[in-house]
């Protein structure tokens, strides 16, 4: 629980530091489309974001995706992922509040 603990503030602090959304976001996710939502999401490129970036973002959501299911690695593989791929504050604050 402890090393739980330690993750989930990590990546928040992270998400304090690097928060800057995309712009060109489409994703919007909500209690009602969320399953859905991530299962048909891919990631915008943003200027904003190197390639390597992109392609470490990219590659957690598409392991996530794989997985189909909605436990709290899958959450936290999914903060990583928006924070890394700078996506908006919304759909930040929406997968922290998930956890």
């Known amino acids: 629980m402890k090393f ?13 530091n690097n928060l800057v959304a995309q712009n060109n976001s489409t994703l919007v996710l ?15 490129k943003n200027e904003s974001i190197s390639d390597s970036e992109f392609d470490y973002g990219t590659m957690i ?10 436990d709290l690695l899958e959450y ?4 990583t992922a928006f ?3 700078k996506e908006s504050t919304e759909n930040i604050h929406f997968i922290l509040k998930s956890l």
């Not at 739980?4 to 304090?16: A, V, Y």
Request: net charge positive; with cysteine.
């Open 61 to 70: 959501i598409l392991e996530v995706q794989k997985t189909k299911r909605l």
């Open 4 to 16: 739980l603990f330690k993750i989930i503030t990590i990546q928040i602090l992270i998400c304090c």
């Open 30 to 44: 909500t209690e009602e489309n969320y399953s859905e939502a991530i299962a048909n999401y891919k990631p915008l």
């Open 76 to 79: 936290s593989n999914l903060l």
């Open 83 to 85: 924070l890394t791929l």
